[in-house]
């Protein structure tokens, strides 16, 4: 164990993968903390290029000399997990499923920071989805991990607002941050032993799936406030789209516009300077102010409508209708 004035004595692994995981296993750091290992996804090809690159935890790791693992199907390489004797295993947003062998190994259990009020949104996107879903507020929640995914009694929570203008990367941060603050807290309480888990309420779970490739697909006839919620619930990944001219067209940002009366869905309505007003199902418009052509790159509207001339009358919709 690593001992030192103001250090913790808890031996802990800790498994993630993306962004969101890097402020956690940077606070578990700070706190004095050994962590024995970090285990994350493999390096993946990434771009146009398919380069091979290591998932961010892995760099975070590799800054504080910190041993790292990257089983490819952590079924069957948990061992060597299980040998390193962790007294607690703390995991955020690792992106796999840990065997109910390695759950039950350390003494002080596997715990799980997500970016949830559980048992609300339990499953892959819940950030996405609380945004898709108009939520006013999201959180964090800290909870021991079971078999079941997401269904563990809760340690802890904190709410974190959701304003008007928030996405998915501004809500990642933040909660993120949130995440990282919510573990230095509880870790202690579960090495003191005064911690009391909740168990969840089983009638108010709600899921998050992972987002399908038609979820990103906007329906104009839905009124613009949903399609808003749309756009920033898919903002900045894997971003909603619609299509031009039979041609995918990603829709990155859009502002709420007042109509005066009802158009066609997907009809553009006016052209403006720095972008165009789409009428949706009621009388909010969506104005597109940044967007990204088939096979091209992201622009703003302004760039666009320089290239690309718009007409009010056209209409944004379904391939080939």
Known sequence: MHYGEGEYSLNIVFMGTPDFSVPILKRIIEDGYHVLAVVTQPDRPKGRKKVLTPPPVKVEALKHNLPVMQPEKLRNEYGQIINLKPDLIVTAAYGQMLPVELLEAPPFGCIN?????????????????????????????????VKKMD???????????IEEDDHVGTMHDKLSAAGAELLSKTIPLIEKGSIH?????????????????????????????????????????????????????????GEKVPLKKQDEPGKIVSVEENGFIVATGNLTGI?????????????????????RKMTPGERLGMANE
């Open 197 to 253: 888990p909740d168990k969840q309420e089983e009638d108010k779970v709600t899921f998050s799936p992972n987002i399908k490739r038609e979820q990103e697909l906007i329906d104009w006839t839905k009124d613009g406030e949903a399609i808003y919620n749309q756009i920033r619930g898919l903002h900045p990944w894997p971003v909603a789209f619609t299509y031009l001219d039979n041609k995918p067209l990603k829709i990155w940002w």
């Open 113 to 145: 920071v997500h970016a949830s009020l559980l048992p609300e949104y339990r499953g892959g996107a819940p950030i996405h989805q609380a945004i898709i879903d108009g939520k006013k507020e999201t959180g964090v929640t800290i909870m021991y991990m």
């Open 151 to 161: 269904a563990g009694d809760i340690l802890q929570q904190v709410k974190v607002p």
């Open 287 to 307: 104005k597109v102010v940044d967007l990204q052509p088939s096979g091209k790159k992201r622009m703003d509207a302004e760039q666009f409508l320089k290239g």
